[in-house]
C-alpha cells in the first residue's frame, strides 16, 4: 500500500530488466569478440529466431489469461509437414499457407474449448494436444520432407536490403508485424484487456460481466494460429517438414515469455517482454558460439539459472 | 418521486419460488421478491441467510433449481452476469470483484469504454472514469492501478462502475461494510438522485441504521426461506431483529452489556517511540498492556491501516524503534512479528488470510501449525479441539470443518479469518475491520470474544470504521488524522461524539486517498 512509490516504473521494471540483461550480453559479447557488435549479428538474431518470437507472442495471450500452451512446438512441426508435403503434393502456395493457419487455429479453438467445457487445467489438455500433433506428424511421413517449391524458396532465401548493408528475411518482417498487432489487440482492445482482467481475476472478471468464455478460448485459437504461422517461418528457415522438428520449442517460448517478465499466475505482462526474451535466449547462443569452445549445452544452463532468477525476482514482487 | 404506497406501479424485478441448493445446502427455498422502481429496497437476514445467494440468482451467476423470474414484465433467465448487465441491472457484488492488475479507469469501464478507430480511447475513458468516481466524491487518479488503493476505495471504484451506466435495477450488496460515514453519506446522496428517477434499488447492510435511513421497503430473509416483506415504516428494530434472527432480542442486549469496562495494569507488551514510515505515518508514541483493548479511530485514509501494518512489519519502519517485552524488536517482515506473538488479521480477507479452496479446519490448521512451526507438529485431537472451540465461540455456519472456505456466506468467511488468527493464541492481536460485513448477533459475540481474550490478558489493537464499536469496546482510544496520532483518550469516560469532534478537527473531513 505504498502509495507514494513512483508508479511507472515498478510495473515496467521486469521488462526493463530483462532489456538491461539484452545489453549487458550484447556488451558482453561486443568486448570480447571481434565482429559482435555488428548490424548483421543482431539482424541475425532476429532471423534466427523469427519463429521464437511469433511462438512467444501467441503464448503472451495464454499465460496473460493465467493458462498455458505445450502444444506449440508440436504444432510447429505439424505446421511444417504439412506444408513439405502439401508442396510436394502440388498444392499452391496460398491454399498451403490458409491450410496450415487453418489447422493451427483449429487445433487451438478445440483444446480451449475443453478447457472451458469441462474445465480442466490447460496443463493437461495442451500437454495432450502436444503429443496428437507430434503423432499426427508421423501420420504424414516419417521422413523429413524437403522443400524443393520454387516460390517457397525464393521467399525463403529473398533477402531485404536495409541502410547500412544489413539484410533481413521476410521472416523477420512477419514476425515483427506479428508482434505489433499482439500489441495493439493487447493494449488497446477489448479483447486484450480483458485477457488481462481474466488473467488478474477470473471470477471477478466474470462477475464484472466481461465475456470470459470468449477470452479463455480466444487465446488459445490466438496461440493456435501463431504456431501455424511460426510453423511457416520455419518451414522458411529450415525449407523441409519433419516430425521431429521444433522439439521442446514450447520450452523455449515459456521461458522467453517469462524471462520478459510476464507473470506465470497471469494478469501481468508485455509482448515486448517476449521479445526481449527471445533476444536475451539469442543473445546467449550467439555468445556461446562466438566462444567456439563450449558446447551448446551451456545455452540450457543459462536459460535455466536465468530462469531461476527471473521467477525468484517475481515472486518477491508479488509478494510485496 | 417515491411511488404512492396505495397504488404501486409494477415491480419491475418479481422473483417467484426460488429454490436454490448446494450440495448440502439449501441456500434458497421458495423465496419470493418484488422489488418496484424508485425505491430502494433493503434484503435483511443473518449471515448465510441467503441475500447474496438470491441477489446471485437475480443476476445471472447461480441458475435457480425451481422458480421464475420476470424482468420488466418478461421472464428471464440469465445465463451469465453479463446478460444481466445488459439487461439493465448493475451490480455491486459483495466483496471487491474487481481486477486488481488493471486501472481504476478500465476497472470502471472495462466492456463499455469508450473507442475510437476501433480500438480503446484511453484518454477518453480516464476523463469519463474520473467524472464518474468524482459524482459520488471521490478524487484519485484514474490512471493508478487498482490494486494499490486501500479496500474502501476499492469499493467505492466498484460502485462506480455499478452507476457508470444507465440502469434500471442498481444491486448492492454490502457496499457500505467497509465504508466511513462521510463516503456513506455520498453514497446514499447518489442513491437518492438514482431512485428518484426512478431506478430500483436493491440494497444490504448490517447496517440497521443505514437500512432505515435509507430504505423504503425491506424483505426478511431467514435460513433461505422468506420471512416477510414490510414497508420499513412498519417495523421496528425490535420486530425486525427479532424476525431475522428467529428468536428475541433479549439475548443479544445481555451480551451488549456485559462488556463492561476495566483498567488494565498488566506489563507493558509493546512500545513503540516514534515509529513512523514515510507517506504512510508520521513518527508516533505507542504503548499496549497486556489485557488491554486499544482502539483506533480516524478516517479512511488517516493511516489507520498503515499504522498497524507498521506494527506487524507488513510494512517496514524507517523511523524510531519497537520494544516488545523491554526488549527491543527489529521488525524484518511479518515473519518476526508471528515469532513474537503478534497476529494482524487483515482488512483484505479476500487478498490476504484465508485460502478460499481449503476447508475451514485446513484453514485453521496450517495457521496453528505456521505459529508453531513446522517442526512440531500438533496431535490430531489438539486440532480437532480447537477448531471445534472456535466453530463454536463464533458460530461459524455451517458448523462443518470440512466445509470449503469459498462457499461460506461473506460474514462466515469474515469469522473464519478471525479464528485464524484466534487459534494462534497470540499476545498481541491486531484485528483491522474484523465485524466487517458481519451481522448484528455475531458482531456482539465478536466483541464479547474480544473482551473475554483480553480478561485472559491478551493486547487487543481494534482497527473499525465503525465508531460506536471502538469507543464501546476499547479500554483507550488512539486518534488518528491525516496520517498523525492526534490524541489518546481514557475508553472508559469517553463518547462517541468526542471522537467525532477529535476526528473531523474542524477541517472538512478528508476524503481523497492518494
Ligand atoms: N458456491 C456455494 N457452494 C456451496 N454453498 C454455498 C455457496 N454459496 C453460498 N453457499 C451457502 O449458501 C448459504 C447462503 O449464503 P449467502 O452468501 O447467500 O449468505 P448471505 O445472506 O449473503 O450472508 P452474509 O451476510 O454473510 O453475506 C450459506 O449457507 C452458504 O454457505
Ligand atoms: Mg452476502
Known sequence: MTTLAPRVPSRFLPVLATVALFVLAFGVGSARYDGFASGQVIANLFIDNAFLIVLAAGMTFVILSGGIDLSVGSVVALSTMVTASGLQAGWPVPLVVVAVLLIGSTLGLLMGLVIHKFDIQPFIVTLAGMFLARGLCFVISVESVSIKDRTFRDVATAAIELPGGVTITYNVVIALLVVAAAMYVLHRTRFGRTVYAVGGSESSALLMGLPTTRVKVGVYVISGLCSSLAGLLFSLYMLSGYGLHAVGMELDAIAAVVIGGTLLAGGVGYVLGGLAGVLVLGTIQTLISFQGTLSSWWTKIVIGVLLLVFIAVQRTMVRR | ?514
Open chain 2, 1 to 514: 418521486m417515491t411511488p404512492p404506497l396505495n397504488e404501486p406501479p409494477p415491480p419491475v424485478v418479481e422473483m417467484r419460488g426460488i429454490s436454490l441448493a448446494f450440495p448440502g445446502v439449501k441456500a434458497l427455498q421458495d423465496v419470493d421478491f418484488r422489488l418496484f422502481p424508485g425505491e430502494v429496497h433493503a434484503l435483511m437476514g443473518e449471515n448465510g441467510a441467503g441475500k447474496s445467494t438470491l441477489i446471485k440468482t437475480l443476476t445471472g451467476v447461480h441458475r435457480p433449481d425451481g422458480g421464475q423470474v420476470v424482468l420488466g414484465g418478461d421472464e428471464v433467465a440469465f445465463s451469465s452476469p453479463g446478460e444481466a448487465q445488459h439487461a439493465g441491472i448493475s451490480t455491486v457484488y459483495q466483496e471487491v470483484n474487481l481486477c486488481a492488475n488493471l486501472t481504476v479507469a478500465e476497472n470502471i469501464l472495462l466492456g463499455r469504454e469508450p473507442r475510437r478507430f476501433g480500438g480503446i480511447d484511453f484518454p477518453a475513458m480516464r476523463k469519463r472514469a474520473g467524472e464518474v468516481l468524482a459524482r459520488i466524491g471521490v478524487h484519485i487518479d484514474p490512471g493508478s492501478s487498482l490494486g494499490e488503493h486501500p479496500i474502501a476505495v476499492q469499493q467505492l471504484v466498484a460502485i462506480a462502475r455499478a452507476i457508470a451506466v444507465d440502469c434500471r435495477v442498481l444491486v448492492l450488496d454490502e457496499p457500505t461494510s467497509s465504508l466511513d460515514a462521510g463516503e456513506v453519506a455520498e453514497l446514499f446522496r447518489i442513491m437518492r438522485v438514482l431512485r428518484d428517477e426512478g431506478v430500483a434499488i436493491l440494497f444490504v447492510s448490517h447496517f440497521l441504521d443505514q437500512v432505515y435511513e435509507i430504505s423504503d421497503r425491506m424483505t426478511v430473509l431467514r435460513n433461505g426461506s422468506l420471512v416477510g416483506e414490510h414497508l420499513t415504516a412498519d417495523v421496528d428494530r425490535r420486530t425486525l431483529i427479532a424476525q431475522m434472527i428467529g428468536r428475541d432480542l433479549g439475548a443479544l442486549e445481555a451480551i451488549e452489556d456485559a462488556a463492561e469496562k476495566r483498567h488494565p495494569d498488566g506489563p507493558v507488551l509493546l512500545h513503540a517511540s516514534e515509529l513512523g514510515r514515510r507517506g504512510a505515518i508520521d513518527p508516533f508514541d505507542l504503548e499496549i498492556r497486556a489485557g488491554e483493548v486499544v482502539g483506533l479511530a480516524g478516517l479512511l485514509g488517516s493511516g489507520r491501516t498503515e499504522l498497524a501494518r507498521l506494527l506487524f512489519g507488513a510494512d517496514r519502519a524507517d523511523s524510531g524503534r519497537l520494544v516488545v517485552d523491554g526488549k527491543p524488536l527489529r521488525l524484518r517482515g511479518p515473519r518476526s512479528a508471528i515469532a513474537a506473538g503478534i497476529a494482524f488479521s487483515s482488512e483484505d480477507r479476500k487478498g490476504e488470510g484465508l485460502v478460499a479452496d481449503l476447508s475451514i479446519r485446513d484453514n485453521l490448521v496450517l495457521a496453528m501449525q505456521a505459529a508453531r512451526g513446522w517442526t512440531r507438529p500438533l496431535p490430531r485431537r489438539t486440532k480437532d479441539q480447537l477448531v471445534e472451540k472456535y466453530l463454536k465461540a463464533l458460530d461459524i455456519r455451517p458448523a462443518n470443518p470440512d466445509a470449503l472456505v469459498r462457499t461460506l456466506s461473506g460474514g462466515n468467511q469474515q469469522k473464519v479469518l478471525l479464528a485464524r488468527w484466534l487459534v494462534t493464541e497470540p499476545r498481541l492481536l491486531i484485528l483491522d475491520e474484523p465485524t466487517r460485513g458481519i451481522d448484528i448477533g455475531a458482531k456482539a459475540q465478536i466483541q464479547q470474544l474480544v473482551t473475554t481474550l483480553a480478561a485472559e490478558g491478551t493486547a487487543v489493537l481494534f482497527i473499525s470504521a465503525e465508531l460506536e464499536e471502538v469507543v464501546r469496546i476499547s479500554d483507550r482510544i488512539v486518534v488518528l488524522r491525516d496520517r498523525r496520532k492526534i490524541a489518546e483518550l481514557d475508553g472508559s469516560v469517553t463518547g462517541v461524539d468526542e471522537v467525532v469532534e477529535l476526528i473531523a478537527g474542524g477541517a472538512a473531513p478528508e476524503k481523497v486517498v492518494s
